[in-house]
């Protein structure tokens, strides 16, 4: 056998590729809940229709979302067994888009942790409420006795807190860690010297630094956003008449549209690319903010749980809690965008000389 200059990480990359087929199989069976959907929908009461569609639309989306991932796991892990170069940069994207998602998440469990310990306990009270009810029980001929029954929910002071905490470990285990071990390995030098060895033909990723065609992915995935995006603002605004959720939605698609040659001229590795990048990240992020600081967001989450759970006493519960979340989700979106600005002000430099990083 022929001593390769390097060590050879073609098990590495057979065992890696079937981690990723086996994750997108389970990323797949999410698309199965799409018939189950429309027939949710179907039984919905025709005064919940109307939010109701904006509720199917924000499902479907997350379906689409759930086959994106799986065809793009088993289509990455499919070429990690077959060593394909192009590989490699696309799963530093993937893991590093992985392991930024999964600190987002973490972050907003932590600083929502308040105001879903006090829904929680708003909750509860409701359901206290609820269950102490009179009962009439016959004790002799013309005689009754009235009773009343109290069923409480108790629980310990910790379990709040102790579900924030095991949520927050979870996503920093499978939404951090488990990205990080994918990171490290393809990110090695041996793994490149490997997929080059056996795949020495030049692919569509190579020639463009993989940080900027790290831009053009995630300007491709917030297409997706902004392309589903509008439609949950414009059904707000035409059964409510805001002219607000108008333009929110008109906002998604103007983002939409200039992330088109976002993609295009980041493949290229054209500072025009760049410059649309920024603003279009600005952009989004005024969107994301306006969403959230003028209350739509939190009508749309409150409607939306009275169409799942079938009682209106929860809009009020709902809404309340959205509200005590306000300061939360602006400080989330503001480090999601600082930290989308920072990158681009990073990356600005492979654009002006046209270098390359592995």
């Not at 005064?47 to 994106?68: K, N």
């Not at 040659?261 to 980041?266: A, E, F, H, R």
Request: one cysteine or more.
């Amino acid at each position: 056998m022929m001593q390769l200059p390097f060590k050879d990480r073609r098990s590495g990359l057979t065992a890696a590729g079937i981690i990723m087929i086996l994750l997108g199989t389970l990323a797949g069976c999410g698309t199965l809940t799409m018939p189950f959907l429309f027939f949710a929908a179907s039984r919905l009461p025709s005064a919940s229709r109307d939010g109701g569609a904006s509720l199917l639309f924000g499902a479907v989306a997350a379906v689409g979302v759930y086959a994106i991932i799986a065809t793009a796991l088993i289509w990455t892990g499919i070429g990690s067994i077959k060593r394909a170069r192009w590989v490699r940069p696309m799963v530093l994207i993937f893991s590093a888009l992985a392991m930024a998602g999964g600190a987002m998440a973490a972050l907003n469990s932590l600083l929502t942790f308040s105001a879903v310990q006090r829904m929680s306990a708003t909750f509860t009270q409701q359901v206290n409420r609820a269950a102490t009810a009179p009962t009439t029980t016959p004790t002799a001929p013309g005689t009754t006795v009235t009773t009343t029954t109290t069923t409480r929910l108790t629980g310990p002071t910790w379990a709040p807190m102790f579900g924030v905490l095991v949520g927050i470990a979870t996503m920093l285990l499978f939404g951090v860690g488990v990205p990080a071990v994918f990171f490290w390995f393809y990110r090695s030098n041996d793994t490149r010297l490997t997929l080059e060895h056996f795949d020495p033909y030049p692919r569509w990723t190579d020639g463009v630094p993989v940080p900027v065609l790290g831009i053009t992915v995630t300007a491709t995935l917030a297409l997706l956003w902004a392309f589903t995006g509008w439609i949950t603002p414009m059904l707000y605004a035409i059964n409510r008449g805001s002219v607000t959720a108008f333009l929110l939605a008109g906002g998604h698609i103007v983002v939409a549209i200039a992330l088109l040659p976002v993609i295009l001229w980041t493949y290229l590795v054209q500072t025009r690319g760049w410059t649309l990048a920024v603003a279009v990240t600005i952009l989004a992020g005024a969107i994301l903010l306006a969403g959230v600081i003028t209350g739509i967001a939190t009508e749309q989450a409150a409607e939306q749980a009275v169409i799942i759970s079938g009682d209106p006493a929860l809009t009020e519960t709902m809404r309340a809690a959205m509200d005590d979340m306000r300061w939360s989700q602006i400080i989330s979106v503001v480090v999601m965008v600082s930290a989308a600005l920072a990158y681009l002000l990073w990356c600005r430099r492979f654009f002006d000389r046209g270098q390359t990083a592995a």
